[in-house]
């Protein structure tokens, strides 16, 4: 167990609908990474955070937003869903957000499908 | 562009035998180097990290990496690899900017270990 955790674990949706993936990372870390994994696309970095802001943006589409609360609990926010969302989305989070050298601890995943 | 490459999909090995999985990587500048497993159904766990000094880094489960900065790659191994170690095998790097950071993943090795 990574001590991070995820909810929902599974999520089912349909087309045009709009999603809240939670996450709650490790006591003590202030970063919180969110990464979509997918068959096609592998495993992309979205976005991160740090202590409540925002701190690196990767592949992330403009109908998706997150964001850190001041408990450091982070919610992923996926609007007018598509089919090709479906992937499992990770949180990870770490220790710190001004050295990269700290390793990311994962939490299990929620399965997002789209019909 | 900065990429992450792990040539093998898939890595056959026998119990008891030596294994390697491959990375290598095309980022500029000095970049931090991780090795992640993933089980099924499960989160990536973090095994291992480069950030300097030896080049031969040891980590969980009796897992080590080689980094050889003139081929830029992180080789992952086991001397002696185990059924339970079957999973699938992410290399990672991070750029050395501060500011945010964009972890890269490889597309992942699947591992095989045949009893």
């Known amino acids: 167990d990574s001590g991070v955790t995820q909810t929902p674990k599974h999520l089912i949706t349909a087309t045009g609908q709009r999603v809240t993936l939670r996450c709650s990372p490790r006591?003590?870390?202030?970063?919180v990474y969110w990464y979509q994994q997918s068959l096609d696309q592998g495993l992309q970095f979205l976005i991160q955070?740090?202590?409540?802001?925002?701190?690196a943006k990767g592949n992330i589409l403009e109908r998706f937003s997150a964001q850190q609360f001041p408990d450091l609990h982070s919610e992923l926010n996926l609007s007018s869903l598509e089919l090709g969302d479906s992937a499992l989305y990770f949180c990870?989070?770490?220790?710190?957000?001004?050295?990269?050298?700290?390793?990311?601890?994962f939490g299990p995943g929620t399965r997002l499908t789209v019909l | 562009a900065q990429s992450v490459a792990q040539p093998e999909d898939q890595v056959n090995v026998a119990e008891g035998n030596p294994l390697t999985v491959k990375c290598t990587y095309s980022?500029?500048?000095?970049?931090?180097l991780f090795w992640y497993v993933q089980y099924p159904n499960r989160g990536l766990q973090f095994l291992l990290k480069?950030?300097?000094?030896?080049?031969l880094v040891k980590g969980s489960y009796g897992f080590e990496a080689e980094f050889n900065k003139s081929q830029t790659s992180f080789h992952l191994k086991k001397p002696s690899a185990l059924v339970s170690d079957s999973a699938l095998y992410f290399c990672?790097?991070?750029?050395?900017?501060?500011?945010?950071?964009?972890?890269?993943f490889g597309a992942g090795t699947r591992l095989f270990v045949k009893a």
């Open positions: 006591s003590g870390d202030l970063s």
């Open positions: 955070y740090y202590n409540g802001e925002e701190r």
């Open positions: 990870a989070s770490s220790v710190g957000g001004t050295s990269g050298s700290n390793e990311q601890f």
């Open positions: 990672a790097v991070r750029p050395p900017y501060t500011g945010g950071f964009k972890t890269i």
């Open positions: 480069y950030i300097t000094g030896d080049n």
């Open positions: 980022v500029s500048g000095n970049p931090y």
